[in-house]
């Protein structure tokens, strides 16, 4: 029941299926989300449902299931939201993450970057605490480290060939290939390594999943925000795929402007 509701959690927005969607929670319903904050109580969390049924409709949404990660301890799952606004067409990944409690959960908490729909990036406070003594694959923690570093040869030699990183923002930001993952890493880490402080860990074999805190970026420090990462790990033992959802802006670069379809 947990799995099937979220991975049509849209589907059921859409439905106006409310007591289905009610029936996620082991106690009251708490969902946070990047635009929202955190919602709590049944009637907030009703009209939370009741608003997101109204954009999505105004905006014609079409929701497309990416991936499920479904463990004992969570299920993660992403989508790609399709919306519509005025003459353009706007794409937006989105990841929720659902801690299991049986087959009920205690909170859903939502990531994705508000850049495509508001042109801004919006400062996330974290959604928990850093965690200790987490098992990371040994291709994480490289990563991470060359992250850190920063130490780009060492992130690029992780990689399959035809591996990928995919930007908050959707397709459109997605680097493929040698060429592609170089470009991107020379300009994420032009003015320094970035450190994560991971909160939660979350892997099925394939996909290892992470929570993050971000507060420095390079020499700058930032006002800690909230964040989550997909890495998609091959056959091979390589990286095949890291997808970001969060809403951090690089240091010293100015937003770029998009269609703002949402104001709350």
Not at 209 to 215: N, P
Request: net charge negative.
């Amino acid at each position: 029941m947990l799995r099937e509701t979220l991975k049509n959690f849209y589907a059921g927005i859409l439905g106006g299926e409310i007591e289905t969607l009610l029936s996620l929670f082991s106690d009251e319903p708490l969902i946070n989300t990047p635009l929202q904050g955190e919602i709590r109580g049944k009637a907030n969390f009703i009209r939370y449902l009741s608003d997101q049924r109204a954009f999505l409709q105004e905006h014609e949404a079409k929701a497309e299931l990416f991936a499920l990660t479904d463990t004992d301890q969570r299920i993660v799952v992403e989508f790609v939201l399709y919306l519509k606004h005025e003459s353009k067409n706007i794409e937006l990944p989105v990841s929720i993450v659902a801690d299991r409690s049986g087959n009920t959960t205690p909170e859903i908490r939502v990531y994705h970057s508000t850049w495509p729909l508001t042109g801004k990036h919006a400062l996330r406070q974290p959604l928990m605490s850093p965690a200790r003594h987490l098992d990371e694959p040994l291709i994480i923690e490289k990563y991470m480290t060359g992250l850190a570093k920063p130490d780009k040869a060492a992130i690029l030699e992780l990689f399959e060939e035809e591996g990928y990183v995919r930007e908050p923002s959707g397709s459109n930001y997605k680097h493929s290939g040698p060429t592609g993952r170089k470009e991107f890493y020379d300009a994420a880490l032009a003015e320094g390594g970035i450190s994560l402080k991971h909160c939660t860990t979350t892997f099925d074999g394939t996909r290892f999943i992470v929570e993050f805190i971000c507060d420095e970026w390079g020499k700058t420090k930032l006002p800690p925000q909230a964040g989550m990462a997909v890495y998609e790990i091959s056959k091979t033992g390589k990286l095949f795929a890291v997808r970001i959802y969060d809403d951090l802006s690089p240091p010293g670069r100015a937003s770029n402007t998009s269609p703002e379809i949402c104001k709350s």
